[in-house]
């Protein structure tokens, strides 16, 4: 039993067409598929050691033991690789995110991701990638992303089966970065369990849903094509209309600052300039300016110009969830 450990590292994603909203919440089957880009630099490692010593699990995040919602979240998908591996045993779990915590960047995804591989693992499951992007998605929906390689496409399905993430192209398919403005590194007031649940309340929720398909279709095809002013024009949609949903929830949750209203009305005016660059915005207040990897430089430059915005992280197209030694 002593040797039942194994190490995994996954990256977080960004999505262009975003989940926000469940068909069936327990599980995060979503309302609508999304599409995202995995994230090079920045990534979850994870040590994953069942130990019948253990009278509990136990969970160790960047040095610091966690208890409450944090560890049972973690618990919560141990007990379903301890289900299918008939597996009694209890876990450590030591994980460390190579980005700063609290800068506003989603770690669920990544870290759910690399637990997800590491737990299986450490008991001897080879899980395919599908089954594996399931188990990741049941315990945080976006995490399905972060397991496949490059650019994916999470098929939302309609049931634990059928919900989980493909890859649509490798990570070399298309040089993108992602610079990520961070305007604030405060802890978000509501998190995305909640507001995927508050989703529903907005009037504006049906309408986007029904959209979805078509976004998703641009979304792919811009994507394949490499064709970035079509992406441009899909991401931003795609963010107002997720951003519209929730200011208009009851209640409203609007997660924008004034800096984030300068950067991506500056994003704008650069791309009317010529400049190959767009953003989105997640469930906080800190701005994902996308551009083609050739202006990366120039795009840093100037989001660390702009009042407000702290600092800038840069990612490029990451791939798979993979096992290290
Ligand atoms: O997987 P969750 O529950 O953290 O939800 C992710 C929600 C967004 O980041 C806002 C959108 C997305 O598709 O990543």
């Known amino acids: 039993m002593s040797d039942w450990t194994a190490t995994a590292i996954a990256c977080s994603n960004i999505a262009f067409v ?20 995995n994230l090079e630099g920045l990534h979850t490692r994870t040590q994953v050691t069942f130990d019948p010593q253990l009278d509990e699990d136990q ?19 141990l007990d379903r690789v301890r289900r299918i591996s008939s597996t ?9 995110n190579n980005f700063p915590t609290g800068t506003g960047i989603a770690s669920s995804a990544s870290a759910f991701a690399a637990l997800s591989l590491a737990a ?35 098929k939302a399905g309609h049931d634990d089966i059928d919900s989980y993430a493909v890859s649509i192209a490798p990570p070399h398919h298309w040089d993108l970065a992602d610079c990520v403005a961070i ?19 907005s009037p504006l929720q049906a309408a986007r849903i029904a959209d979805s398909t078509l976004r998703l279709d641009l979304c ?68 994902h300016v996308i551009c083609l990897g050739e202006a990366a430089r120039e795009v840093v430059k100037r989001l660390k110009k702009i009042p407000g ?5 840069v990612a490029r197209p990451g791939g798979p969830a993979k096992l290290v030694s």
Not at 88 to 96: E, I, R
């Open 18 to 37: 975003k989940y926000w909203g469940d068909q069936i919440e327990r599980l995060h089957v979503p309302a609508n598929s999304s599409i995202s880009m």
């Open 183 to 201: 305007v604030s590194q405060e802890q978000k007031m509501v998190g995305s369990t909640e507001g995927h649940i508050l989703a529903q309340t």
């Open 88 to 96: 009694k045993c209890f876990a450590s779990v030591v994980t460390s």
């Open 309 to 313: 915005v702290e600092k800038v992280l």
């Open 220 to 287: 792919r095809r811009a994507i394949l094509e490499r064709d970035f002013s079509g992406l441009a024009n899909v991401t931003e949609l795609d963010c107002h209309l997720m951003h519209a949903v929730m200011m208009t929830s009851t209640p409203p949750l609007v997660y924008w600052l004034p800096a984030t209203l300068a950067v991506s009305s500056a994003v704008q005016a650069w791309r009317k300039g010529g400049l190959p660059v767009c953003y989105t915005i997640d469930a906080g207040p800190n701005v």
């Open 59 to 77: 969970l160790v995040l960047n040095g610091q033991i966690l208890t409450g919602t944090d560890l049972q979240r973690v618990s919560g998908l």
């Open 120 to 154: 299986t693992a450490a008991v001897g499951l080879k899980l395919n990638e599908r089954d594996l992007s399931r188990l990741a998605r049941a315990s945080s929906g976006s995490a399905c992303r972060s397991i496949p390689t490059g650019f994916v496409e999470w």
